[in-house]
C-alpha cells in the first residue's frame, strides 16, 4: 500500500520517477502535487509494453481517450494530462504530417507560416535538432496558455488540436482555457492517478539497488 511521503520511503527507483515529476512540475512553475511513496520496482521492463500504453501523437483523440480511460482517467482529466505540452517542444519529424504536402486546414495560418519556418523540409532529419515550440507565449511554464492557443487553432500536434472539436473534450478546453486555477486542480488530480496507476507494492517487485538494472542473486 502506497504511503504517505517520509524520508523512510523513499526507497525505490519507481518513488523517484514519480517524485521528479512532481519537482519537474514545480520546477516549470506548476502546482505541488503531493504523492505517496512505498512503490516496488519491478523485475521485467519490456519497451513494448509501454508503446502499447502511452498513445502516440498520431492517434485520435478517440483512442487516447480509451488509453486513459481504461486507468481511471476521465475526459476531463485526461484533457488536463494533454495541458503537459504547455512546455517543451516537437521535433519536426513528427509535425511534417501537418504541414506536407499541404498545410492541415486547422492549423490557423500565421502559425502556419511559424511552423512551415521552423520545418522546412517534408524530410527532415531524424538526427537533426529541428523543433518548433508547443508554446511560443510561456514556452517553460507550465499554464491553460496551451488551451488559449487551442482556441486560436495552434495546436501544434494532431491530438491537441482535436481537443477542440471532439465534442467530450471541447468544453474542458473552454473551461481551462479561462481559469488557469481550475486547469491546475485537474492537472493535479490526473497526475496523481497516473503516479498511482497499478503500482507494485508489498511483497511485490524489489527495490533496486541500482536503478539500471534488475538486481542479480
Partial sequence: MLSPVNADSLESCADIIALS???????????????RTGRRDSKESH????????????????????????????????VALLGAHSVGRVHCVNLVGRLYPTVDPTIDPEYAKY?????????PDPEAVLYSRNDRETPMIIDNMYYKNLLHHKGLLKVDQQLVSYPSTAQFVKLMAADNSYF????????????????LTGNKGEVRKDCRYVNTG
Fill in 115 to 123: 511552423l512551415l519556418g521552423r520545418c522546412s523540409s517534408p524530410n
Fill in 21 to 35: 515529476a512532481r519537482e519537474g512540475v514545480v520546477m516549470l512553475g506548476g502546482p505541488f502535487i503531493p504523492m
Fill in 184 to 199: 491546475y486542480d485537474q492537472f493535479s488530480k490526473a497526475l496523481l492517478l497516473l503516479s498511482e496507476n497499478n503500482p
Fill in 47 to 78: 519497451a513494448d509494453v509501454i508503446d502499447k500504453d502511452i498513445p502516440n501523437h498520431n492517434d485520435s483523440i478517440s483512442l487516447v481517450l480509451s488509453r486513459f480511460r481504461s486507468i481511471g482517467i476521465d475526459a476531463e482529466r485526461t
